[in-house]
T-cell receptor
Framework: QKEVEQDPGPLSVPEGAIVSLNCTYSNSAFQYFMWYRQYSRKGPELLMYTYSSGNKEDGRFTAQVDKSSKYISLFIRDSQPSDSATYLCAMSDVQGAQKLVFGQGTRLTINP | NAGVTQTPKFQVLKTGQSMTLQCAQDMNHEYMSWYRQDPGMGLRLIHYSVGAGITDQGEVPNGYNVSRSTTEDFPLRLLSAAPSQTSVYFC????????????FGSGTRLTVV
């Protein structure tokens, strides 16, 4: 069993929809939680970064961490075609945010 | 400001050949790391460095060597290429222990035949 599980999709939604992306994990030592966006043939770019539990909002993006359930989510409101990309969750333990364990990535398409 | 620069962008190697993937950053970041990305596997950590002269292994270090002689550069060496090392390689950097890598290079696509 992988330490971090992420539904690879693909996920296709109409423009303006609310998108929910999720990851589950098995290592209770994970403390740092991130979401990355990766466009085709590009490197990942950091979208959201949360330490420990709770919610974090940045514009149309909201990240949630539920450590009791070992579950993290990324919500995208008012989705745009430019949000079409692969979304990767990543997390790391108390050793710091350098040794990241990634999910497989979810491929998202927003249809105009 | 170039950010994280990786070279080459594409490479084809024959089994048994060696090569070095270059990674340079101009942001004075202390922390640098190498990941490989394979279909259905996400990214996996190969090696990382917390500063010049200090490196450590990640999840999949076998077949790869690294060194960090300067803050700016973090090359990844393939000692004897194998088809299993066909992948897309990404270099990343960040400012501190608790800071997630925000800057990734654009990747090196390596094919070993």
């Amino acid at each position: 069993q992988k330490e971090v599980e992420q539904d690879p999709g693909p996920l296709s939604v109409p423009e303006g929809a609310i998108v929910s992306l999720n990851c589950t994990y098995s290592n209770s030592a994970f403390q740092y939680f991130m979401w990355y966006r990766q466009y085709s043939r590009k490197g990942p770019e950091l979208l959201m970064y949360t330490y420990s539990s709770g919610n974090k909002e940045d514009g149309r993006f909201t990240a949630q961490v539920d450590k009791s359930s070992k579950y993290i989510s990324l919500f995208i409101r008012d989705s745009q075609p430019s949000d079409s990309a692969t979304y990767l969750c990543a997390m790391s333990d108390v050793q710091g945010a350098q040794k990241l364990v990634f999910g497989q990535g979810t491929r998202l398409t927003i249809n105009p | 400001n170039a950010g994280v620069t990786q070279t080459p962008k594409f490479q084809v190697l024959k089994t048994g050949q060696s090569m070095t993937l270059q990674c340079a950053q101009d942001m004075n970041h202390e922390y640098m790391s190498w990941y490989r990305q394979d279909p259905g596997m996400g990214l996996r950590l190969i090696h990382y460095s917390v500063g010049a002269g200090i490196t450590d292994q990640g999840e999949v270090p076998n077949g790869y060597n690294v060194s960090r002689s300067t803050t700016e550069d973090f090359p990844l060496r393939l000692l004897s290429a194998a088809p299993s090392q066909t992948s897309v390689y990404f270099c990343a950097s960040s400012t501190s222990f608790a800071t997630a890598p925000g800057a990734f290079g654009s990747g090196t696509r390596l094919t070993v035949v």
